[in-house]
């Protein structure tokens, strides 16, 4: 079985999904709070060692600028090498992030064949100098700062929307989001391609749910492991269409031996609390 299986996926996913000093809250793009459910599905063409993947992401995402932004999410993958070898894989977790990026609280759980294989409970808060520091109850009691001054994920798709509105084609943020038992954060480099056409390559629940006049730009986003030097190769690449409300829409996540497509198969909008201070 390739050995991208043997890391996260799920974490993988849910940081794509979710995302200098930080900008002010009111100052950036608003956010829609909605409910997605996305079919995951094996790009074959682009895929070695696996014979068959499937599953689905659900996710709802709430909050204003004011109030914070939550995030609930699950991920359920079945994965099969075509030799008899089957792996479920389900992640679960729930976040809030601060409006303004400057604090951050998650509690994930990853389980592989209904055995939990990594879990994080914590928070993250933003000092005054950028810099980042986390505080872990699971896997175990343990306080770290982390170098970079990393922004969280609600952050970095309003920096990805920002920057495609100014026209920017390429934008270069560390993210954390309290994958990988909540130790370790990714760099990311993304690539904006220039606004897409109306309407095109909507998936038929986006355009149902009203979103076809929405202007959008295609992104394809890298994430590096941090503290290597030279030429480095991405652990995956995320590519997607970024609506200008924050909604995510044909996903596709590429890894070295395999890659999935995620296309989104229900859409609801959520109650929109306005932001008021």
């Not at 993210?175 to 998936?203: K, Q």
């Not at 590519?239 to 044909?250: A, I, K, M, P, R």
């Amino acid at each position: 079985m390739p050995n991208d299986l043997r890391k996260p996926l799920g974490m993988m996913v849910l940081l794509a999904l979710t995302g200098g000093a930080v900008g002010p809250a009111l100052a950036a793009p608003p956010l829609m709070p909605h409910r997605a459910v996305y079919d995951l599905a094996l790009v074959p063409e682009k895929s070695k060692g696996i014979s068959n993947a499937a599953g689905r992401i659900a996710f709802e995402f709430t909050g204003n600028a004011c109030d914070g932004y939550s995030l609930n999410f699950r991920q359920v993958t079945q994965i099969d090498d075509g030799e008899g070898r089957r792996k479920l894989m389900d992640m679960r977790s729930t976040t809030w992030e601060d409006g303004e990026g400057k604090a951050f609280r998650f509690n994930i759980r990853n389980m592989i064949d209904n055995r939990t294989t990594q879990q994080a409970d914590g928070t993250a808060d933003r000092g005054r100098d950028g810099g980042v520091s986390v505080a872990l109850k699971q896997p175990r009691p343990f306080k770290l700062d982390l170098a970079g001054e990393p922004v969280f994920p609600t952050e970095h798709t309003r920096r990805l929307l920002d920057a495609a509105k100014a026209g920017q084609r390429s934008l270069a943020l560390p993210v954390y989001d309290g994958s990988d038992g909540g130790e370790r954060f990714y760099d990311t480099t993304a690539i904006i391609g220039r606004p897409a056409a109306t309407g095109d390559r909507l998936e038929p629940a986006a355009a149902t749910a009203g979103l076809v006049g929405v202007a959008r730009w295609p992104v394809s986003v890298s994430y590096f492991e941090t503290g290597r030097a030279g030429d480095r190769t991405p652990v995956y690449v995320m590519s997607f269409d970024l609506l200008e409300n924050g909604v995510y829409s044909n996903i596709r996540f590429d890894f070295d031996d395999f890659s999935l497509s995620a296309r989104m198969s229900q859409f609801e909008k959520l109650k929109d609390d306005p932001c008021v201070r």
